[in-house]
């Protein structure tokens, strides 16, 4: 009985390292299959982020050359001109704009200490309407406030005339880049209409090519449009906040000339 009982021991332990032999052999046999799949799908997965990657300017500049020269070149032409006037605005507004409250108490203090010559060299050394708007008004000191204040009103307008200076270009290429896509549409839709007219039939592969190539003059004019507008935002808000600046410093230099006069 102990030989039979230790004659099954024996035989479950070998059935046991056998089937722990063939799994491990198998596993084995099965990794260079499950490594190359891996390695596949990990090839196929760059290449087809490589493709993204690659596509996107590819594509684009394919759908400017199909949408035609003429008129995605006019678009262009507005987006480039657009974007030059509205980078010239912003530059030119940024140098403009002043801390009004530093140079109202630098004007009072030469005012002050060194009468209207000395507040007019400050005025003249800084850069900016509010200080342009400053010296028109302390030049008219000595005559009279209503002759200042006149000065100051009447040189606030030709400093905001400055600030708006080419402007309107830009709401001009706003409004004519989505026009002129849309002209190219009309027009690619005419001439896929005497393509049909031509061919006598109407083949869905005979229009689908001038559809689409005039859909892309009206695409590109509207993101033209986008852009533009959102400089002339940018380009609107800060004039107005300038020309806030403008009005409350005129207001504060009225002040000091009247206090001034009063100790005069």
């Not at 003429?70 to 030059?84: D, N, Q």
């Not at 007019?120 to 028109?136: E, F, H, L, M, W």
């Not at 006149?150 to 004519?176: D, P, R």
Request: aromatic content about 8%.
């Amino acid at each position: 009985m102990k030989r039979l009982f230790s004659i099954l021991v024996i035989a479950t332990i070998m059935v046991t390292t056998g089937l722990k032999v063939n799994a491990t052999n198998k596993v084995n046999d099965f990794a260079p299959a499950i490594s190359y799949i891996v390695q596949d799908d990990e090839t196929a997965s760059s290449d087809d982020a490589s493709e993204e990657k690659v596509s996107f300017h590819q594509e684009l500049k394919k759908r400017f050359i199909e949408g035609g020269p003429i008129f995605m070149g006019i678009v262009l032409l507005c987006l480039i001109l657009g974007l030059a006037i509205a980078i010239e605005r912003i530059i030119f507004l940024n140098l403009s704009t002043t801390n009004s409250k530093k140079l109202a108490q630098r004007v009072e203090d030469a005012l002050n200490s060194g009468g209207v010559e000395a507040a007019k060299d400050v005025c003249r050394n800084t850069k900016g309407p509010v200080a342009s708007i400053y010296y028109q008004g302390l030049d008219r000191a000595d005559e009279s406030l209503e002759s200042a204040e006149k000065a100051v009103v009447a040189y606030g307008g030709v400093q905001m005339g400055q600030l708006e200076k080419n402007v309107s270009w830009v709401s001009l290429f706003i409004a004519l880049a989505p026009m002129l896509g849309f002209m190219g549409t009309v027009i690619g839709m005419i001439e896929a209409f005497d393509r049909i007219e031509a061919a006598g039939d109407m083949q869905p592969a005979l229009v689908a090519g001038g559809i689409k190539i005039a859909l892309l003059t009206t695409v590109f004019g509207l993101i033209v449009a986008i852009i533009l507008q959102i400089f002339y935002n940018y380009i609107i808000a800060k004039i107005d906040s300038i020309v806030n600046d403008m009005e409350d410093a005129s207001i504060t230099l009225i002040d000091i000339l009247v206090d001034y006069k009063r100790r005069k």
